[in-house]
């Protein structure tokens, strides 16, 4: 799990500015994020979360992860070509460098496939490099128990990402 939450934190909701970033529709979004160790045949458990999003939370996604990149990384470039955002960062994280390179492709404003490999240095919990994919898709209308911000976690928690934010 703590690899898919540091994938996830270096990946997800690339910071790069609004007006660049591809819109994702307001509503239901489930993403699956899976990391296993590089070259090898390992086949990772899925964690699946849902989050209900609408504009102002897309926004502050975007927010949150350039808060978490200034503190963090030395390095965090982004280049949007139409509906391809592609990263690569340089991380300081739980003792290890993290060096990331990854490639986010939308598919219209309904889904998107993220590719990342990572290189840690000196290697994190016995792991020196990390593949992860993540695959985030539109469900749907947000159900009646959930607000804009809602992220549901693996295992039926939710936190409200909005709540986490001071002054909101």
């Not at 996604?61 to 982004?78: F, I, N, V, W």
């Not at 003792?95 to 290189?119: E, L, N, P």
């Not at 240095?121 to 490099?129: F, I, N, S």
Request: charged content about 20%; overall charge positive; proline content about 6%.
């Amino acid at each position: 799990m703590k690899f898919a939450f540091l994938a996830l934190l270096l990946i997800l909701p690339l910071s790069v500015a609004a007006q660049e970033f591809p819109k994702m529709r307001a509503g239901l979004w489930q993403t699956t994020t899976m990391t296993r160790a590089a070259k090898t045949a390992d086949k990772p458990a899925p964690h699946v979360t849902t989050i209900c999003i609408d504009d102002s939370v897309q926004k502050l996604m975007m927010q949150m992860a350039q808060g978490m990149m200034r503190g963090m990384c030395s390095k965090h470039e982004l280049r949007v070509s139409g509906a391809t955002v592609t990263g690569d960062a340089i991380c300081e994280m739980m003792g290890s460098r993290i060096s990331t390179r990854s490639v986010m492709k939308f598919s219209g404003d309904t889904s998107y496939h993220t590719d990342a490999h990572m290189i840690y240095d000196p290697p994190l919990d016995g792991r020196k490099e990390a593949d992860t994919v993540v695959d985030g898709k539109y469900t749907g209308a947000c159900p009646a128990s959930m607000s804009p911000g809602d992220l549901r976690l693996p295992g039926g928690k939710t936190i409200n990402l909005k709540a986490l934010t001071p002054g909101r």
